[in-house]
């Protein structure tokens, strides 16, 4: 099993910037792309950043230039720098890995973080 913890999460002002975090633990054998993802009340969850085992990266067009995904292979870690906040960005921000052990993946999420702006 993989656990992960996000941090990093509060409120913010129109234009300012929060970095979340996230930590993966357990029995790791290879995590393989890590993103971010967020809900906002009475929508779906949608992706926001992705960052591969490689380092490339891919952003919704919502946060590109914004936002900026990052991780730490030593540490089983991924970080999101968010800077240029906005109102739209408030939502619960969530961790994913995908993770292989002996030929099968899987997805693992993280319990969230609230981040909020206000205007």
């Known amino acids: 099993q993989v656990q992960l913890v996000e941090s990093g999460g509060g409120l913010v002002q129109a234009g300012g910037s929060l970095r979340l975090s996230c930590a993966a633990s357990?029995?790791?054998?290879?995590?393989?792309?890590m993103s971010w993802y967020r809900q906002a009340p009475g929508k779906q969850r949608e992706l926001v950043a992705a960052?591969?085992?490689?380092?490339?990266?891919s952003y919704s067009d919502s946060v590109k230039g914004r936002f900026t995904i990052s991780r730490d292979n030593a540490k089983n870690a991924v970080y999101l720098q968010m800077n240029s906040l906005k109102p739209e960005d408030t939502a619960v921000y969530y961790c994913?890995?995908?993770?292989?052990?002996?030929?099968?993946?899987?997805?693992?999420w993280g319990q969230g973080t609230q981040v909020t702006v206000s205007s």
């Open positions: 960052i591969t085992s490689g380092s490339s990266t």
């Open positions: 357990g029995t790791i054998f290879r995590i393989n792309t």
């Open positions: 994913n890995a995908n993770h292989w052990r002996l030929g099968v993946t899987d997805n693992y």
